[in-house]
């Protein structure tokens, strides 16, 4: 965890997806671990990060 960033319960609400460059499989799990909603490596798919985004915000839409 970042001290530039303190991680909050305010934050822990918003999904992020990791956007990177390192596909190694232990970068994957560490980002997960961290609390990442998903990991999408370098180069990439902009259909397929956008169809992420709407899965996301659609299982958010069914929660509230």
Do not use: C, H, W
Request: net charge negative; glycine share 4%; hydrophobic share 40%.
């Amino acid at each position: 965890r970042s001290t530039l960033f303190p991680y909050t319960t305010l934050f822990r609400s918003i999904p992020v997806i990791a956007l990177t460059a390192q596909a190694m499989q232990e970068d994957i799990d560490k980002a997960m671990n961290y609390g990442f909603k998903d990991y999408i490596t370098k180069p990439f798919d902009v259909r397929g990060f956008l169809e992420k985004i709407n899965t996301i915000i659609d299982e958010g839409d069914a929660k509230n």
